[in-house]
């Protein structure tokens, strides 16, 4: 079955760049989504359709694609922002989706 | 304002079945495909399926891990999705959140599957 992969985790200092990577073989084709989860909440959307804010998300999220890899992106990283993020995209049909294993972001 | 609520989560033993319901409202929901998706408790999110609207026929999707035990309806008149759960395993234990994926969650409803 697909899969797409990103890291465990991510370390970053206040005030520092967190780029967080997802990487499958139908990104390219297929649309990437990212979300936010903090603990005991339900997702929230960050990106849409590989670099599309939604209105409401702070500009300090982007997101990136080259080939195969997408990339979140969170510039001057703020406490708040510790938190679960998920990429999710589609198979290569667009029919079954499937999301990453998720990367816990750790503000130091 | 835009409110999902899932319902129905539980304890049941394994080989057991559940049924689990997502009201809808504050948005169109019969344009809306509505999803389902699972989280184990420290582990990711999962997806389990979708179930598209009248114009695209009501086609569901499922993931393999439970394709021919789920089973995702849904009652327009009412603003309701159902997930219908059947053979239930431990490994099917998770909070349950009804979603349409990129716009709008509910808060999710926790089942667990144990004897």
């Known amino acids: 079955s697909y899969e797409l992969t990103q890291p465990p985790s991510v370390s970053v200092s206040p005030g520092q760049t967190a780029r967080i990577t997802c990487s499958g073989d139908?990104?390219?084709?297929?649309?990437v989504y990212w979300y936010q989860q903090k603990p005991g909440q339900a997702p929230v959307v960050l990106i849409c359709?590989?670099?599309e804010r939604p209105s409401g998300i702070p500009e300090r999220f982007s997101g990136s694609s080259s080939g195969t890899i997408v990339t979140l992106t969170i510039s001057g990283v703020q406490a708040e922002d510790e938190a679960d993020y998920y990429c999710?995209?589609?198979?290569?049909?667009?029919?079954?989706?499937?999301f990453g294993g998720g990367t816990k972001l750790t503000v130091l | 304002e835009v409110h999902l609520v899932e319902s129905g989560g539980g304890l049941v033993q394994p080989g057991g079945s559940l049924k689990l319901s997502c009201a809808a409202s504050g948005f169109t929901f019969s344009a809306a495909a509505m999803h389902w998706v699972r989280q184990a408790s420290g582990k990711g999110l999962e997806w389990v399926g979708r179930?598209?609207?009248?114009?695209?026929?009501?086609?569901?999707a499922y993931a393999a891990s439970v394709k021919g035990r789920f089973t995702i309806s849904r009652d327009d008149s009412k603003s309701l999705a159902y997930l219908d759960m059947n053979s239930l395993k431990s490994e099917d234990t998770a909070v349950y959140y009804c979603?349409?994926?990129?716009?709008?969650w509910g808060q999710g409803t926790p089942v667990t599957v144990s004897s």
């Open positions: 359709k590989d670099t």
């Open positions: 139908e990104l390219p084709k297929q649309y």
């Open positions: 979603t349409t994926l990129v716009d709008f």
């Open positions: 179930i598209r609207g009248k114009a695209n026929n009501y086609a569901t």
């Open positions: 999710q995209s589609a198979d290569s049909s667009g029919i079954y989706r499937v």
